[in-house]
């Protein structure tokens, strides 16, 4: 008879269903706690300290003054106390809620399913942002506690720190401090200075449309923006009243009623002007105060009628060229000191920040050639010193004229007047380009200038803020004149942080006699009867040269009367060729454009240094309102001689060539 093993145990009963429910539920539950231990040891071992939560701080604002004390731009935030969210009006948080986290009142901080989507949207989209499937809690912490990388590791602590404050505050109290943290764009932290700033009103009085393009820009400040963007930020204010409608926060006749009424953003912001000379000064602000602690008030030299006569003429010219191929501008005016008038960095600061008067490095072309006849000037050759229009060859380099003639035996004067390259060239030579890349430093270029042969003409690249600079010295009497801009900065409160007045810097003579007047004599000639006619203002003594270079790449003018000058560059950001667009062609015309509103404003005086042409004396401003400007010379047509001159014509060389009229478009493009 077989004996059982008395070694086995009775039999194991199977668990129930409910048996191991429990059973791996607490399994579960034990590796989830072990989970979130490791995740909080890992991810919560850097965190930042909270405690600065009930003392929240804003980014200080900076109002920018022009020399009148009109308001130009605002930069950081305005002074804004925290709103009280039971004042507001219910469809303000609703419409948050609606459009930014509609699970808000039902969550723990985050939303499992938000990320599940989000993670699954990143996986199928690598090598871009990440999503996260944030909340309005996490948006809080990262606004309150974190940078805005997009890395897995800030979104993992913005997840502990959302939990964190959820246990803290009730979600009214996180609301709360959500609407009076976020940012709005244009300097606005916060639902009532975002209220202040676009709409001029408190936040208590926004309408319901009003509160849904608030919401709505919290996908993209800038890119929603109603200064801006209009157009899009009014189809995202929809979208936000659909979102309230579906959530049943307004109803469908709420809806209507909000599309229909328009909303009207803030005059004051909506024609902020001198955006590119803001961002240009704001730099240097922060350079000579440091980061600001509070508020503070910059009081600069720019004039605001120049400055929107700046942008008109540089607008208005850039679109009548459009058809040449031109896309992109620049403007920069200054005073005989240094002073920046007027500053247009492009013709769209909204679809560009991009700086072209102070950041592009651009070939001048034929507007260097002034530092090579000055060098030369200053050498012992006058206006007059004859010299010949031929062909020359320096090395391997044969410069050529744009007209590809010659004029044969001329002057000085008339050599700059039109622009002629085998005379800049041979003078370049002659006295060497490391003579005249000397000469151009001392008078204000900053950037590199190579010393090779086509340095003569133009194969320099520097900026309009530098060209207005370095022709500076020609206007006001020879001196240095640094472009500059801030007068004073102080703060809210009166306190005086900066004053240019108390340490002044002393006036250098970069240029002397008799090499000033016969400078100025030379370029009145260019406007008068060479390249620049084009420029021409009638009544005013006006000097300045033409610039056009390879290609048609890069086209200047930069002209100048008694104690104030202006550059102009237009271009395309490619660097790419426009259709033979020449200095004298659209960029004077921009030039003259600019002038002659600007000219009756500044009471200008004629240029100092040598006699000023018949027409510019007098009464310059009366002469201006009672004469007509004259109208651009044609091509190939008789020069018209300015009020009181006889007709000038360009001197007839005796060789069987014949020569280019005088009105031909600026020939002083380089050719390598």
């Known amino acids: 008879m077989a004996r059982s093993d008395s070694r086995e145990g009775p039999p194991r009963r199977r668990r129930s269903f409910l048996q191991g429910l429990v059973y791996w539920s607490a399994v579960l539950c034990v590796w989830g706690l072990i989970f979130a231990l490791a995740f909080l040891a890992v991810f919560a071992s850097d965190l930042p300290d909270t405690s600065s939560l009930s003392a ?13 004390g009109s308001l130009v731009s605002v930069r950081g935030s305005q002074y804004a106390p925290p709103v009280d969210l039971e004042k507001l009006p219910p469809y303000v948080p609703a419409a948050f809620v609606a459009i930014e986290d509609r699970w808000f009142y039902w969550h723990y901080g985050f939303n499992p399913w938000g990320i599940a989507r989000s ?3 990143n996986l199928t989209h690598r090598g871009g942002p990440l999503r996260g499937g944030s909340t309005i809690t996490q948006q809080l912490a990262r606004n309150l506690f974190l940078t805005m990388d997009q890395t897995y590791r800030r979104k993992a602590q913005e997840l502990v720190l959302a939990v964190w404050l959820e246990t803290k505050f009730t979600k009214k109290e996180i609301l709360a401090l959500y609407l009076n943290r976020v940012y709005f764009g244009a300097g606005a932290y916060g639902i009532e200075a ?53 959530s049943r926060a307004i109803t469908p006749q709420q809806r209507a009623e909000a599309i229909r009424i328009p909303v009207r953003v803030n005059p004051t912001l909506a024609s902020q002007r001198a955006q590119y000379f803001t ?3 704001d730099d240097q602000v922060r350079r000579l105060v440091g980061e600001p602690t509070e508020d503070l008030v910059v009081e600069t030299t720019l004039d605001l009628p120049i400055q929107i006569s700046a942008e008109q003429a540089l607008a208005s010219g850039i679109a009548g060229a459009r058809g040449q191929g031109v896309q992109q501008g620049a403007l920069v005016a200054l005073d005989g000191e240094g002073r920046v008038r007027a500053y247009v960095g492009g013709i769209d600061y909204e679809d560009s920040q991009f700086d072209r008067a102070a950041m592009a490095r651009r070939q001048a072309g034929s507007a260097f050639k002034p530092f090579v006849y000055l060098t030369a000037i200053e050498r012992g050759r006058t206006p007059e010193t004859p010299v010949v229009d031929e062909a ?15 004029l044969g035996p001329i002057t000085l004067q008339t050599a700059l007047a039109q622009s002629v390259n085998t005379v800049a060239a041979r003078l370049a030579n002659e ?60 703060t809210a409160g009166g306190k005086v942080l900066y004053d240019r007045s108390v340490a002044r810097p002393a006036r250098t003579q970069v240029i002397g006699s008799p090499a000033l007047p016969q400078m100025n004599q030379m370029l009145r000639q260019v406007i008068s009867a060479g390249t620049g006619t084009r420029a021409r203002v009638a009544g005013y003594d006006l000097a300045g040269k033409t610039g056009t270079t390879s290609d048609y ?3 200047w003018f930069v002209g100048y009367t008694g104690g104030f000058v202006a550059a102009v560059w237009l271009g395309r950001d490619d660097n790419t060729s426009m259709r033979k667009v020449t200095g004298g062609g659209a960029p004077a015309g921009v030039w003259q454009g600019f002038m002659s509103r600007t000219l009756p404003r ?30 651009p010379a044609r091509p190939g047509a008789e020069l018209a001689p300015a009020p009181g001159q006889a007709p000038v014509q360009a001197p007839v060389p005796p060789s069987p060539q014949a020569a280019p009229a005088a009105t031909t478009p600026d020939p002083g493009a380089p050719r390598a």
């Open 194 to 246: 975002a209220s202040q700033r676009y709409f001029g009103k408190p936040a208590e009085q926004l309408t319901l449309g009003e509160s849904a393009l608030l919401a709505g820009m919290m996908k993209g400040p800038s890119r929603y923006s109603p200064v801006s963007s209009a157009d899009r930020a009014a189809r995202r204010a929809t979208v936000v009243l659909d979102e309230m409608v579906r």
């Open 392 to 406: 020359i060859r320096i090395g391997s380099w044969e410069p050529k004229n744009y007209a590809g003639t010659f």
């Open 553 to 555: 790449r890069d086209a």
């Open 119 to 121: 993670q699954v949207y």
């Open 56 to 68: 929240p701080r804003r980014q200080p604002s900076v109002s920018y003054l022009d020399r009148s």
């Open 602 to 631: 500044l009471r200008a005086e004629p240029i100092p240094g040598g006699l000023a042409p018949p027409a510019a004396r007098g009464d310059p401003i009366g002469d201006l309102l009672d004469a007509p400007v004259s109208p």
């Open 279 to 281: 961002d240009w000064v």
């Open 431 to 490: 006295v060497g380009t490391g003579n005249v890349a000397a000469t151009a430093r001392r008078l204000g270029i900053r950037s590199p200038i190579q010393l090779d042969p086509s340095m003569a003409l133009g194969a320099v690249e520097v900026s309009p803020l530098e060209m207005a600079q370095a022709y500076a010295p020609f206007a006001n009497g020879g001196f240095l004149a640094p472009a500059w801009a801030i007068e004073r900065v102080r």
